[in-house]
């Protein structure tokens, strides 16, 4: 059978000239005229599917038969979603015509049109302001005032005992004998308007104040052209409650070491259509999804242009042109001239086209389904439908829910349809199968108090999405908790009461061992600190009953158990020892952790680290003997860097007084103080020349001194380990 796709054009204006056609008088048409075509008919919801992120992905399928006309309820909190995502699928090369739905103007925009300027809660003050200059009739006020009323106000007054009242206000009305009279509006007086303009106004005013309260029912219209009998499918996502995921662990009376895990999941209809014998499908994912107002009529702000008047020029004059200068208009107008035929592109989709491409992934992938449900995939095409209400006491038998994991989401699928009246809740069953499962007692050095907690494995091909539990033991509730998503091949602790009859106790003290090792080797200085740690656990059991009692010990930063020590799981955060305690004894677990933190300084001559290589001389004597050819040979290094520094410095200072000499000569010339600057002269010149040839030679000596400790660095060589410094930590 050959499948058609269209997409779809949304129309806000009344839809159907085919309408239009079916009124007019049967005497009038031609012999030759069609048909009028028939009344539009409901497209029933039958498939829905909820995710976790709030969105529903809802399907309605029916028969259709030639040029039909069909109709979809929904509320207009869903027409933004409806808009975005609305896909029409005829199974037999129908057309699809347009879709059209009831729309209507914004309410401001609606009230702009009228010319009281009232918005949609005025408060009193207001609607008399709107009534301004128009011509009013104030009874119950004393004798009937008749006139234009011209203004409102309120005052404040003070009563006898001194209180300031609450606003009152009062109207100004312009009599028709030109008198100005003040009346109070209290519960007795009333104001009518007695110009029939202003009346209609206001009538106008208040019916479209009313008409906002009726517009939140939508109704929807689809025009599908084609022969003979077919099947349409219009589908859409929406704005839903979040379906929520409900467990519960039963354990046999007589242990076997698995217990039944059943699953509910609560679902609410709020979408204001019936779910009659829907085909249901729950999905732990949240697809990226969002709205867009596009059912809002969009107003743009267009600029105010005054309009030009007539300027009197006053006589200017212009400066004559050196050369012409190339006119930037003229050269804007080139740079950006539009191209000598405009040309546009018309994107049409074709027939075949992907359902995935133009509705969506969502749409997309429930509009593959009917050959996902020839897979095991349980998702069906719509049609055959069965009848009666799925309740959940027919749970659980084998197949009524199959399931389907694509992408990074898993699939509830019901088998059975379901039915659920707008504005109700369900709990529909998703689950229902033994897992391996042992009571322990969970303790963690976060979270001191000791729980009853299950050890849950989920060797199921399933993917438990989060939820609340309850376990049952022995036919009686024994607690409840939250779990997270639990993911086939997991195992998983679900704690879900206290259990006071275990008692863990971590040592009072954490004795730390602190070791350091010093290490050179060809000018690397590695100094290496590592710490080893035993936490000492007690566990005591008062039960009659063996417990397995599981210790969470918190793992450190750049910590690692040593090998003798095996947990029987790691968390990201923690390490789970598993100890069997009989009932009234005590159970010990030490547990050891060693961590290595190494800090690594080059020696040479680059950099002074004189103060290092004291530091770790510091250790230990034998170090500190190794290590002083190096701390001497840096120093000196240091000493005549100073030095040379220094000598730098002053061949500077040296270099400013001769210029200083020099200028005063070429001011003073021939007089005899110009005699002594010329001796002050000769003696700087040979200060600088004594210098330079100082800092020649301490450049000499540097080398050298360089030269010597890089060997002294090279020789030496030297493996240490340090005495152990004890500590204890609570």
């Known amino acids: 059978m050959r499948r058609s796709f269209f997409a779809i054009l949304l129309f806000v204006a009344p839809l159907t000239p085919l309408a239009q056609t079916a009124k007019a008088p049967a005497a009038k048409a031609p012999p030759s005229a069609a048909p009028a075509a028939p009344a539009a008919i409901d497209l029933p919801v039958r498939k ?29 909190t869903q027409l933004n979603d409806v808009l975005q995502s609305l896909t029409a699928l005829d199974s037999s090369g129908g057309i699809i015509g347009a879709v059209g739905y009831n729309s209507t ?89 007695t110009d029939p303009p202003l009346e209609k106004q206001f009538a106008s005013y208040l019916e479209i104040i009313a008409s906002a309260r009726d517009q939140q029912l939508r109704h929807l219209t689809l025009e599908d052209r084609g022969q003979g009998q077919r099947q349409l499918q219009v589908s859409y996502i929406s704005e839903v409650p979040v379906w929520k995921s409900t467990y519960r ?6 242990p076997n070491g698995n217990a039944t895990l059943q699953g509910w999941a609560v679902v609410d209809n709020t979408v204001g259509v019936d779910w009659d014998n829907v085909q249901l499908s729950l999905v732990a994912g949240a697809p990226q999804s969002f709205i867009q107002p596009l059912s809002q009529p969009l107003y743009t702000q267009r600029p105010t242009i005054p309009i030009s008047t007539v300027v009197q020029n006053a006589p200017i004059t212009s400066e004559a042109a050196e050369g012409r ?19 546009s592109v018309t994107v049409n989709a074709a027939p075949s086209m992907p359902l995935r491409a133009i509705g969506g992934p969502v749409a997309g992938y429930i509009a593959n389904g009917a050959n996902m449900a020839g897979s095991g995939g349980g998702l069906g095409s719509g049609n055959g439908y069965g009848g009666g209400v799925y309740r959940a006491s027919d749970a659980m038998h084998e197949g009524d829910v199959s399931t389907n994991a694509f992408d990074d989401f898993f699939e509830y699928a019901l088998t059975q349809p379901v039915t659920i009246h707008k504005n109700q809740s369900a709990m529909v069953p998703i689950l229902q199968q033994e897992l391996p499962a042992t009571h322990v007692t969970l303790w963690s ?5 000791p729980l009853r907690a299950v050890w849950l494995e989920n060797t199921s091909k399933l993917t438990l999405d989060s939820g609340s539990f309850s376990i049952f033991e022995s036919g009686e509730f024994a607690g409840e908790g939250l779990l997270d998503p639990i993911h086939p ?27 350091h090792h010093i290490a050179m080797h060809e000018g690397v200085l590695v100094e ?38 095996k947990p029987d799981e790691t968390t990201a955060t923690a390490y789970r020892f598993r100890l069997g305690v009989d009932p009234h004894q005590t159970k010990e677990l030490k547990v050891r952790e060693h961590a290595n933190i190494s800090e690594r300084v080059q020696i040479g001559t680059q950099s002074d680290n004189v103060e290092t290589l004291i530091a770790v001389g510091d250790y230990s004597p034998a170090l500190a003997e190794k290590l002083k050819p190096a701390i001497e040979a840096q120093t000196a290094l240091a000493d005549l860097n100073a030095k040379i520094e220094e000598i730098t410095e002053k061949q500077k200072t040296l270099a400013d007084d001769e210029n200083r000499y020099r200028e005063n000569l070429k001011a003073l010339k021939d007089t005899a103080t110009a005699k002594r600057f010329v001796d002050e002269l000769n003696q700087a010149e040979d200060a600088i020349e004594a210098a330079r040839k100082e800092q020649t030679d301490l450049e000499k000596q540097r080398d050298a ?26």
Do not use: C, W
């Open 48 to 76: 829905v599917v909820l995710y976790k992120n709030g969105v529903g992905y809802f399907e309605h399928a029916g028969t259709v038969n030639g040029n039909q006309r069909v109709t979809v309820d929904f509320t207009s």
């Open 105 to 193: 103007m914004p309410i401001e925009q609606q009230l702009n049109t009228l010319a009281l300027g009232l918005k949609e809660n005025p408060a009193t003050p207001q609607v008399y302001q709107a009534l301004r200059g128009q011509r009013v009739e104030v009874t119950g006020a004393g004798a009937p005032l008749s006139g234009r009323l011209v203004n409102i106000e309120s005052r404040k007054e003070i009563d006898k005992i001194g209180a300031t009242t609450e606003d009152r206000y009062y109207v100004i009305v312009e009599t028709d004998a030109g008198a100005l009279r003040t009346a109070e509006i209290t519960d007795a007086v009333s104001v009518r308007m």
């Open 249 to 254: 662990i039963v354990f046999p009376r007589d």
């Open 325 to 343: 200068e190339y006119d930037r208009v003229e050269l804007a107008s080139k740079m950006y001239a539009p191209p000598a035929e405009s040309q």
């Open 445 to 449: 050095d976060t979270h001191p108090t």
């Open 489 to 515: 091949g997991e195992k998983r602790l679900l704690s879900y009461a206290v259990d006071q009859a275990v008692k863990v106790r971590r040592g009072d003290l954490s004795q730390t061992r602190t070791l």
């Open 528 to 565: 290496t600190t590592s710490t080893v740690t035993d936490t000492n656990y007690v566990v005591t059991n008062a039960a009659d009953q063996t417990r397995a009692v599981i210790v969470e010990h918190t793992r450190q930063p750049n910590a690692e158990l040593d090998a003798d020590v």
């Open 705 to 730: 001194a360089q030269a010597h400790l890089d060997i002294v660095i090279s020789n030496l060589s030297f493996d240490t380990d340090l005495d152990v410094v004890l500590s204890k930590t609570p």
